[in-house]
């Protein structure tokens, strides 16, 4: 077998040995071989030997098959490529090449059916390594997938733009916000999308002020409508894409609204807290005011009249602070129950009784079995019935009579009180267990509407319920259930 090729030409080419002789001898980068029409190696140049760690004594003889992976070898490469060559005259491939030390690289050739000086076929290859190349593909491509994955997962919705503002990338919580299935690169503009929520255009100009000052900018606030038919704030920022395209920015939209909602709701509740402590804080004043110049004129009458108001205005701010440290410690999580058994007749007497100390003119009236062994924190249940009772009586409009009626089955014991008082309409009623609530035609009684809130997180602790039933000028019947064995 020569070591060095026969004078051969590519079939119907009229390529001169000359020409191939310099690409068999001088090449670095090309590696060539060739091999009869049966695929038997009968010659490679030394680009070859270099490149894949061969001496030609170990290849020349041998089948081309023996360069393929034992993979490509099951799936019969090596023979389809041979046969294709003898079929067209040329193949090509583009897969692994087995070294001498068993490595694998990663090659591209192409095959061509030549005939040598005397007429006889055979097959020339030529084969270029491409192993970095494709290790740099497999790297980018997975860097990629690893971006493609961090977008994926991420909640704010991302999108790049373009300098005339169209959609160059999104992801999916982008697609999902701008109310389309398909938000087609180079198709969807972005202007579009927000000039209905941009008033006066600020954040467009941003945007194209970005682009042509390649500078970014923040916490810009935009309320849009989602998908859902709801609203939405978001905290959007841009920053130029540098590293890719200088007239492209990469916006990031944040949604706030739970943020939003929740300083709204601390200044609400900061606004409230005050403006109901100033009532007995300013009787508390003016009683003291008064009491000094019943001190100076030796009033004794009018003195401890002052004092007894004093001590009424006391009990209200006690109450009313004692009320939102309950709320506040309950709405963080603190709320922790000492159950145990108890009688629940027992537990609604007293109650009761608690309530009559205040409101002897009332008429509590029980109905029901009460007789009944439950598990519960007796404390915290005594308090959501006094509770109950206490707005029974509060809001009874001048009736002295107020129902607590007990009933029970095999899973729950239900609790009602009903009174025939002022009641209150179907708008309000669903928001009547909410902090801070209180419904229109009681805002001149006392309260800071947060008692009802706290028998709805007492009695949810319990794994129960709470309701209302109620109807304006008629009266309201307040419930809660709790499970009979905790």
Not at 190 to 206: G, N, Q, V
Not at 347 to 357: L, P, S
Not at 423 to 432: D, R, W
């Amino acid at each position: 077998m020569p070591d060095k090729p026969s004078n051969m030409n590519a079939k119907g080419s009229g390529v001169t040995s000359n020409y191939f002789d310099t690409l068999f001898n001088n090449a670095r980068q090309n590696t060539v071989l060739i091999m009869d029409s049966n695929g038997v190696i009968t010659s490679v140049n030394d680009a070859f030997c270099l490149c894949f760690g061969y001496e030609r004594k170990d290849i020349l003889g041998k089948n081309i098959a023996v360069l393929f992976t034992e993979e490509d070898q099951k799936k019969g490469c090596p023979q389809r490529e041979i046969e294709l060559v003898k079929q067209s005259g040329r193949s090509s491939d583009n897969n692994y090449l087995v070294n001498r030390d068993s490595t694998v690289t990663w090659v591209s050739g192409e095959s061509l059916l030549v005939s040598n000086e005397n007429g006889e076929p055979a097959i020339l290859k030529v084969i270029q390594n491409i192993h970095q190349q494709k290790e740099s593909e497999y790297a980018l491509r997975a860097l990629n997938d690893f971006n493609e994955d961090i977008l994926r997962s991420i909640d704010d919705a991302v999108v790049v733009l373009d300098d005339r503002l169209k959609l160059v990338k999104a992801n999916n919580a982008f697609i999902k916000l701008v109310h389309q299935d398909k938000a087609e690169p180079g198709s969807f503009v972005f202007t579009d999308f927000i000039k209905p929520f941009d008033a006066y255009d600020e954040l467009l100009e941003s945007i194209k002020k970005a682009i042509i000052n390649k500078s970014g900018f923040s916490n810009r606030q935009i309320e849009i409508d989602i998908n859902s038919g709801g609203k939405r704030i978001f905290d959007v920022g841009c920053t130029p894409m540098q590293s890719l395209n200088s007239d492209q920015v990469l916006l990031v939209l944040h949604d706030i609204t739970v943020h939003k909602q929740l300083e709204k709701e601390r200044e609400d509740i900061i606004g409230f807290v005050a403006h109901e402590l100033r009532n007995p804080l300013a009787n508390l004043v003016l009683c003291n005011e008064i009491m000094s110049d019943a001190l100076k004129n030796n009033n004794r009458e009018e003195l401890k009249e002052m004092l007894e108001r004093n001590q009424s205005n006391v009990k209200r701010l006690n109450k009313m602070i004692a009320e939102l440290y309950e709320a506040t410690r309950i709405n963080s999580g603190y709320m922790q129950l000492e159950i145990a058994p108890l009688n629940f007749g027992d537990m609604i007497t007293e109650a009761i009784d608690t309530v009559k100390v205040l409101q002897p003119a009332y008429n509590i009236i029980v109905k029901g079995k009460t007789d009944l062994q439950v598990r519960g924190d007796r404390y915290r249940l005594i308090q959501v019935i006094t509770n109950y009772l206490s707005n029974g009586i509060k809001y009874s409009n001048g009736k002295t009579d107020v129902i607590l009626a007990v009933e029970h089955n095999d899973r729950e014991v239900t609790v009602s009180v009903k009174d025939e008082g002022l009641g209150i309409s179907q708008e309000q009623l669903p928001h009547i267990f909410e902090r801070f609530f209180r419904a229109e035609r009681t805002r001149n009684i006392e309260g800071i509407g947060l008692g009802l809130y706290l028998c709805r997180q007492i009695i949810h602790a319990h794994k129960g319920q709470v309701w209302a039933e109620s109807e304006e000028g008629k009266g309201s019947t307040f419930y809660f259930s709790i499970p009979n064995n905790l």
